[in-house]
């Protein structure tokens, strides 16, 4: 059985509703009790990750920002940071035009959003002033970039690659949603060297770990990972480099079922 348990959130742990199940915590909770490691793996900042998941109690480790930072659970220690100096960041911020929806300057607690969208967050806040952005974003953990024509992402996607040849910019989109967009973060970041990080301090073997998602930002992931497991709502191009895919959506608790099929069913977790 594997040791260590990396999970994707939005269309994975959490169903389209963006909710995590009472079965899936309690279900992780147990695990976690009985010495499994579990890690969350998401694009998201810290801050919207623990929203969404009631504090990430049944977590051991959080991934955060695609692999940029690495939180422990037990406190909050920072084990890792991947940041984006600020120079870098207004040079992008001054690329906006109209054709643009949104341009989020991340940081751990907060989205500094470049747009007109008003967002019913209190952890995003929307201004056109970049230098307020700039002077109030302490550390930027990564970037998202967003068009109104979203057919013309691949586009930008090779604008932003040559301007910005010492960054990582990929092209994002979640299982359950049509928008396609751009992250930005320093060169070496991902979900794949955050989990080898991770599973060399814990001294995990890679044949001891699996790894579950379902969007563009997952692909590495699953397909470096010893055991990759692509949702069953899972976007096509995640399902082609994972091993095995599962039987169940996000919607109906897939992950956990997957797992019990697979040995992790006895009574006492049940």
């Given at each position: 059985?594997?040791k260590m348990?990396?999970?994707?959130?939005?269309?994975t742990v959490?169903?389209?509703?963006?909710?995590?199940?009472?079965?899936?915590?309690?279900?992780?909770?147990?695990l976690?009790?009985?010495?499994?490691?579990i890690?969350?793996a998401?694009?998201r900042?810290?801050?919207?990750?623990?929203d969404?998941?009631?504090?990430?109690?049944f977590?051991n480790y959080?991934?955060t920002?695609?692999?940029?930072?690495?939180y422990?659970?037990?406190?909050?220690?920072?084990i890792?940071?991947?940041?984006?100096?600020?120079?870098?960041?207004k040079?992008i911020?001054?690329?906006y035009?109209?054709?643009?929806?949104?341009?989020?300057?991340?940081?751990?607690?907060?989205i500094?959003?470049?747009?007109?969208?008003?967002?019913h967050?209190?952890?995003?806040?929307?201004?056109?002033?970049?230098?307020?952005?700039?002077?109030?974003?302490?550390?930027?953990?990564?970037?998202?970039?967003?068009l109104?024509?979203?057919?013309?992402?691949?586009?930008?996607?090779?604008e932003?690659?040559?301007?910005?040849?010492d960054l990582?910019?990929?092209?994002?989109?979640?299982?359950?949603?049509?928008?396609r967009?751009?992250?930005?973060?320093?060169?070496?970041?991902?979900?794949?060297?955050?989990?080898?990080?991770l599973?060399?301090c814990?001294?995990?073997?890679e044949?001891?770990?699996i790894?579950?998602?379902d969007g563009?930002?997952?692909?590495?992931?699953?397909r470096?990972?010893n055991?990759?497991?692509?949702?069953?709502?899972?976007?096509?191009e995640?399902?082609?480099?994972a091993k095995?895919?599962?039987?169940?959506?996000?919607?109906?608790?897939?992950?956990i079922?997957?797992?019990?099929?697979h040995?992790?069913?006895?009574?006492?977790?049940?």
């Amino acid at each position: 059985m594997w040791k260590m348990i990396v999970l994707d959130l939005d269309g994975t742990v959490l169903n389209f509703k963006r909710k995590i199940s009472k079965e899936t915590k309690t279900f992780l909770s147990k695990l976690k009790e009985q010495g499994y490691i579990i890690v969350i793996a998401t694009g998201r900042i810290l801050g919207l990750a623990l929203d969404v998941t009631d504090g990430a109690d049944f977590a051991n480790y959080l991934l955060t920002d695609t692999g940029a930072m690495i939180y422990k659970r037990e406190g909050f220690e920072r084990i890792l940071a991947n940041s984006i100096d600020k120079e870098t960041a207004k040079d992008i911020l001054n690329n906006y035009t109209e054709d643009y929806s949104y341009i989020n300057i991340c940081s751990t607690e907060f989205i500094y959003s470049y747009s007109k969208i008003k967002y019913h967050n209190k952890k995003i806040i929307t201004t056109k002033d970049i230098n307020y952005i700039i002077d109030n974003c302490q550390e930027i953990s990564h970037i998202t970039v967003s068009l109104k024509d979203y057919s013309q992402i691949e586009k930008l996607y090779e604008e932003f690659s040559r301007k910005y040849p010492d960054l990582k910019i990929i092209i994002m989109q979640d299982s359950f949603k049509d928008e396609r967009y751009i992250e930005i973060f320093r060169k070496d970041c991902s979900k794949t060297n955050a989990i080898r990080y991770l599973a060399e301090c814990l001294q995990i073997k890679e044949e001891d770990i699996i790894c579950f998602g379902d969007g563009l930002n997952d692909v590495e992931m699953l397909r470096s990972c010893n055991f990759g497991v692509a949702m069953q709502n899972a976007l096509p191009e995640v399902k082609e480099v994972a091993k095995d895919v599962t039987k169940e959506d996000c919607n109906n608790n897939g992950v956990i079922k997957y797992l019990m099929e697979h040995g992790y069913n006895d009574e006492e977790i049940r």
